[in-house]
């Protein structure tokens, strides 16, 4: 019987990409980490060919690549650092892809994706809730078990989705609704508001802080209700998505809240209150921000300057005229960011919490890490210290490489890695006037700062292996 040595060679070619396709599968979604860096990854590389089109650009012409793919980074992952002028560089259809990638980024690729298949099907499978729910818990992203004992249950992550849907539309119609009477009244004809107050809703909720108008919040900055309106969109969104699910969940009933849910709300007004007490007294002299306003221009200033260096991103003042002392205070609430699994970056107020709590314990001598009644186990003290320390190391190494570069200040890369990091948006004006090398180096910092240390960790590793032995101990001397 006759061979077909061709036939079998295509029938053999298909298979063999079936089998490599299967590979690469198995490979990006055996992990939510891997998935998540695989799924903004993407978004990243599309959204930097969308920006890239003649028709995004305000002239008509195309944008060059390191400015397409800061701007792509920069949406994706809500900073709102940029190269270039957003108002004046790109066109409505370029807006319009800003604000889409930033509702995309702020929600979270992964959440929205799985909100998108409960849609569809009407129902999530064990995958799509593990998938979900690594939003809402970096421990997850870790392929062994996970205690249940926490905010988001794993049974609960359908409705948390649905909470995640309604709030975001929710709260940026109403932030929106709200901004629209002021931006008239500032000058704004009415049809242009009508989309300028949905884009500042847009971009106060996911923290990312750009502006569609020319001069920023500048033509804003004696009006006090829509700052405070902004102000109050990026409070919510930056305590997370688990907190107003918790919220609505229990109401105002505070003894039934998770711990979650306490330490972000008492962490983030503290620092709101604390960073604002700290600009106010060393900002209070300098001609160039505080010093030529009144005692109440300043200090609802100082308490602006707070809210957005936690990540907010807008600014009425010019971050490069703040003395020296409020760079190293911006470093700070930059670093600690927002809430976990919300739109803010940072390290997060839960972790700063925990390490508090931890410093303390150990001061009063105590063998367990407590609050409000209830015990932090140890696994979640070294996942906030490993926070703590990827997210020191990875702002060192870009404050380095991109000082050397650049050959700036230092003060000022390192409030601006912090700011990509963390991804607030603030800048000095050092960002708009780097190199394309270092373009490159910041948009990388950004996008680690956004997937998260602890995601990017697991995505890299292997999966977990229950050790079935213990090492004899011995300790080192500490301290």
């Known amino acids: 019987m006759a061979t077909d040595p061709a036939g079998s060679i295509v029938r053999r070619v298909p298979s063999a990409l ?79 892809i800003i604000f889409i990638g930033v509702n995309i980024g702020g929600m979270g690729v992964l959440t929205l994706a799985s909100i998108l298949g409960l849609v569809i099907s009407k129902r999530l499978g064990l995958r799509a ?127 039934r809240w998770p711990l979650h849910t306490k330490l972000t709300i008492i962490t983030t007004v503290l620092l709101f209150f604390a960073g604002a007490a700290a600009f106010l007294a060393l900002e209070y002299g300098n001609p160039k921000t505080f010093g030529s306003m009144d005692a109440w221009d300043t200090t609802f200033q100082a308490f602006f300057l707070s809210a957005m260096t936690r990540s907010g991103g807008f600014a009425v003042v010019d971050i490069g ?13 930059m670093f600690v960011g927002g809430g976990s699994a919300s739109t803010a970056g940072g390290i997060k107020v839960t972790t700063l919490a925990v390490l508090a709590l931890a410093v303390w314990s150990e001061a009063k001598g105590r063998q367990s890490v407590e609050a409000f009644g209830r015990r932090i186990p140890s696994d979640v003290q070294r996942v906030a210290l490993s926070v703590v320390a990827w997210g020191a190391t990875i702002v060192a190494l ?50 680690m700062g956004r997937i998260g240390t602890v995601t990017l960790a697991a995505a890299v590793a292997a999966t977990s292996r229950s050790q079935l032995y213990s090492l004899p101990v011995e300790r080192p001397i500490v301290g």
Not at 80 to 94: Q, R
Not at 321 to 333: K, P, R, T
Not at 420 to 447: K, R
Request: proline share 6%; glycine share 8%.
């Open 18 to 96: 079936k089998a490599a396709w299967d590979r690469l599968r198995n490979l990006t979604t055996s992990s939510p980490a891997r998935f998540a860096v695989l799924v903004f990854a993407s978004l990243v590389l599309l959204f930097t060919a969308l920006l890239s089109l003649p028709a995004a650009s305000a002239d008509g012409r195309r944008l060059p690549l390191a400015d397409a793919l800061f701007t792509a980074v920069s949406t994706i992952c809500v900073t709102g650092l940029t190269t270039v002028d957003i108002a004046t560089t790109f066109s409505p259809l370029g807006k319009v």
């Open 321 to 333: 005229d703040l003395y020296g002392s409020s760079l190293i205070v911006g470093c700070m609430l």
């Open 398 to 447: 870009s404050t380095i490489t991109i000082a050397q570069i650049s050959q700036a200040p230092v003060s000022d890369v390192l409030f601006d890695v912090i700011s990509g990091f963390a991804t607030v948006g603030l800048s000095t004006g050092l960002t708009a006037e780097l190199s394309d090398p270092a373009v490159y180096v910041m948009a990388l910092t950004i996008f």
């Open 129 to 255: 809730k593990l998938i979900a729910a690594s939003d809402s818990n970096p421990l997850r992203s870790h392929g062994g078990p996970v205690n249940e004992g926490q905010t988001v249950r794993l049974g609960e992550v359908g409705t948390l989705l649905r909470t995640v849907a309604l709030s975001t539309l929710l709260i940026e119609a109403l932030v929106a609704i709200a901004l629209y009477p002021s931006l008239v009244f500032a000058g704004i004809r009415p049809l242009e508001a009508l989309w300028e107050a949905p884009f500042y809703a847009a971009m106060a909720f996911t923290n990312t802080g750009f502006t569609p108008n020319p001069g920023g919040l500048v033509p804003f900055a004696d009006d006090y209700f829509l700052l405070t309106v902004l102000m109050a969109g990026v409070f919510l969104g930056s305590i997370g998505f688990p907190v107003i699910y918790a919220l609505w969940k229990n109401y105002w009933h505070v003894r």
